[in-house]
T-cell receptor, first 110, second 117 residues
Framework: RKEVEQDPGPFNVPEGATVAFNCTYSNSASQSFFWYRQDCRKEPKLLMSVYSSGNEDGRFTAQLNRASQYISLLIRDSKLSDSATYLCVVENSGYSTLTFGKGTMLLVSP | EAGVAQSPRYKIIEKRQSVAFWCNPISGHATLYWYQQILGQGPKLLIQFQNNGVVDDSQLPKDRFSAERLKGVDSTLKIQPAKLEDSAVYLC???????????????FGPGTRLLVL
């Protein structure tokens, strides 16, 4: 099983759609979880951290299920500017090293 | 606040040549990371420094890759000799390095795009 596995993409959605990304991780000792966003030919940037209780930031909602080792990201009312690759990231216990998934590309069209 | 600086932005070399990348982290950040991102993949950690000490280099191909952070600030990553499969974007990131109890954000530089012919 890969350390961090994400939905293969790309996801093509119209503006205003709701889209969900799924991610699973293999290391049950992992402590922290994140979603990063990477625009084409740019560096990754932190989108949001993922907390056990679930958390929301505007149109973005992240959820964590430790028992299933599953992380999700929901984007509501998609905008053209949401087009990017979304990287699921898991922090390995101990040294704050991050393991990135392959990423899921989102394309929002008019 | 200035971000993470990297140079060069692009590099084209032939296989078996040597290449070096430079990174200047955000001022005051104790932790520095080098990642390799192959097209279509997520970034893969190569090496992590805490000040000038190595915390994790388990995924660094030490037969050809080396990295140093002598004064605990700037860092260089070297490849010698380069192989075709080294073509990738090399990303440098930094974080404050406050300790394991804190969930830290890593800030990435723009990366160096390497093409090995």
């Amino acid at each position: 099983r890969k350390e961090v596995e994400q939905d293969p993409g790309p996801f093509n959605v119209p503006e205003g759609a709701t889209v969900a990304f799924n991610c699973t991780y293999s290391n049950s000792a992992s402590q922290s979880f994140f979603w990063y966003r990477q625009d084409c030919r740019k560096e990754p940037k932190l989108l949001m951290s993922v907390y056990s209780s679930g958390n929301e930031d505007g149109r973005f909602t992240a959820q964590l299920n430790r028992a299933s080792q599953y992380i999700s990201l929901l984007i509501r009312d998609s905008k053209l500017s949401d087009s990017a690759t979304y990287l699921c990231v898991v922090e390995n216990s101990g040294y704050s090293t991050l393991t990135f998934g392959k990423g899921t590309m989102l394309l929002v069209s008019p | 606040e200035a971000g993470v600086a990297q140079s060069p932005r692009y590099k084209i070399i032939e296989k078996r040549q040597s290449v070096a990348f430079w990174c200047n982290p955000i001022s005051g950040h104790a932790t520095l990371y080098w990642y390799q991102q192959i097209l279509g993949q997520g970034p893969k950690l190569l090496i992590q420094f805490q000040n000038n000490g190595v915390v994790d280099d388990s995924q660094l191909p030490k037969d050809r890759f080396s990295a140093e952070r002598l004064k605990g600030v700037d860092s260089t990553l070297k490849i010698q000799p380069a192989k075709l499969e080294d073509s990738a974007v090399y990303l440098c990131a930094s974080s404050p390095g406050l300790g394991r109890r804190y969930q830290e954000t890593q800030y990435f530089g723009p990366g160096t795009r390497l093409l090995v012919l």
